[in-house]
């Protein structure tokens, strides 16, 4: 008999479900083990006992169900299991109800791949231990000036942000954005490729980023939102986000020209990683003072974008992932590579030089190296 208690997987994913809808089963390193999410899911998938700590509450059923083939796989709960587990976390499952019970979870290809690209947004930030659930964060308004949102990192998925105002009017419909991120400082809106390059819908994308700028200052004390997070499989869909621009025959449409701003994160721990570094508060401030000495910090640089300038050479930092700033970096080096340079990551160089090209310097620092400087700043995410 399995005892669906609050420290125990089973308990923590049917959470989850209920407020995500459904979780894709290629995905499930984002929670934890692969094996072990795998081993669990399909022992629940099937019939089993359960008991409910601390009530006199039993019952026999399937507490999930597998739907899907291939890369449309996916985990929810069912109905079984929500009536279960309105006796263990009748929050979890009210939240369910008003927005997930009507849907068609067997639903056409978009509307799966939407559900999946806000689930594993959600994994991954949950990762960093940055709080996710709608209903363990407080509720958002627009009716007065107020710091709603907690002082830690908090994560807001896109469900929660659709409606504000009298009108009743989805604010980011036909818009990608999965969620917004909000930490000391400022808010990022957050976007998710998966392995596929991720369309732009210009017009949406701007109506997404003024409608964040408007929660931001209402809730969390922050003047604009000009930044965005993209997570995605791997550096490749990078590569091929960056390649898009050409595509595009309005340059207002493009991503960079909607946000100042995109850091790109792998789905995967180094990307858990950053994104850390990415929430810490005065966090850019904070790499710069690591990196270079203050005497060679770049001030009022200009058109040409750089970080410091060190015995004749620019230099650039992409240890925050931002590929938007770095392209416009590599833009502007024609004629002057020798003199440039670019500090990233190990695992970041092979993509920094396919778009610096193979003249500019790239001069490299591990991850740990700057957790542990960021540590002695008082980081209380690295304690």
């Known amino acids: 008999m399995t005892t669906i208690a609050p420290n125990a997987h089973v308990y923590k994913l049917l959470t989850i479900l209920c407020y995500?809808?459904?979780?894709?089963?290629?995905?499930?390193?984002?929670?934890?083990?692969?094996?072990?999410?795998?081993?669990?899911?399909?022992?629940?998938?099937?019939?089993?006992?359960?008991?409910i700590p601390n009530k006199s509450v039993r019952a026999t059923c399937r507490l999930l169900i597998v739907t899907g083939k291939g890369q449309s796989k996916s985990v929810r709960i069912s109905k079984a299991g929500l009536d279960l587990f309105q006796h263990a976390n009748p929050e979890a499952v009210f939240y369910f109800t008003n927005n997930y019970f009507r849907h068609n979870h067997a639903g056409e290809a978009k509307r799966i791949d939407r559900f999946h690209r806000v689930a594993e947004a959600v994994a991954a930030v949950r990762l960093a231990g940055i709080e996710t659930c709608p209903f363990l964060l407080p509720e958002l308004q627009m009716s007065a000036i107020r710091k709603i949102v907690p002082e830690d990192p908090s994560f807001y998925i896109s469900k929660e942000l659709k409606y504000f105002g009298d009108d009743n009017i989805n604010k980011i419909s036909f818009s990608r954005v999965t969620g917004a991120l909000f930490y000391p400082g400022g808010c990022y809106a957050v976007y998710?490729?998966?392995?596929?390059?991720?369309?732009?819908?210009?017009?949406?994308?701007?109506?997404?980023?003024?409608?964040?700028?408007?929660?931001?200052?209402?809730?969390?004390?922050?003047?604009?939102?000009?930044?965005?997070?993209?997570?995605?499989?791997?550096?490749?869909?990078?590569?091929?986000?960056?390649r898009s621009l050409s595509n595009y025959r309005k340059p207002e449409n493009r991503f960079d020209s909607i946000y100042d701003y995109l850091h790109f994160l792998p789905l995967d721990p180094f990307g858990i990683r950053l994104l850390k570094i990415l929430t810490f508060p005065d966090w850019k401030e904070n790499l710069l003072d690591l990196l270079f000495?203050?005497?060679?910090?770049?001030?009022?640089?200009?058109?040409?974008?750089?970080?410091?300038?060190?015995?004749?050479?620019?230099?650039?930092?992409?240890?925050?992932?931002?590929?938007?700033?770095?392209?416009?970096?590599?833009?502007?080096?024609?004629?002057?590579?020798?003199?440039?340079?670019?500090?990233?990551?190990?695992?970041?160089?092979?993509?920094?030089?396919?778009?610096?090209?193979?003249?500019?310097?790239?001069?490299?620092?591990?991850?740990d190296m700057v957790e542990d400087a960021l540590a002695d700043e008082g980081c209380d995410t690295y304690e």
């Not at 998966?194 to 017009?203: A, E, P, Q, T």
């Not at 925050?320 to 416009?328: A, E, F, G, Y």
């Not at 990551?345 to 003249?359: C, H, L, N, S, Y």
């Open 20 to 51: 995500v809808g459904e979780y894709p089963m290629r995905s499930l390193h984002l929670l934890g083990s692969k094996e072990v999410w795998r081993k669990l899911i399909l022992k629940h998938s099937q019939q089993q006992d359960y008991r």
């Open 192 to 242: 998710n490729s998966r392995d596929y390059l991720m369309i732009w819908n210009g017009r949406g994308e701007y109506k997404v980023r003024d409608h964040l700028t408007k929660i931001a200052r209402m809730n969390a004390d922050t003047d604009e939102v000009t930044s965005a997070i993209l997570f995605g499989s791997d550096y490749g869909i990078a590569v091929e986000t960056l």
């Open 293 to 367: 000495d203050p005497e060679d910090i770049a001030v009022d640089t200009g058109t040409f974008e750089y970080d410091a300038l060190e015995n004749g050479i620019y230099v650039i930092s992409f240890l925050d992932s931002d590929i938007v700033r770095l392209n416009r970096f590599a833009g502007s080096t024609t004629g002057i590579e020798e003199k440039t340079a670019v500090i990233c990551f190990p695992e970041q160089v092979v993509f920094v030089r396919k778009i610096v090209g193979p003249r500019v310097k790239i001069k490299t620092v591990t991850l």
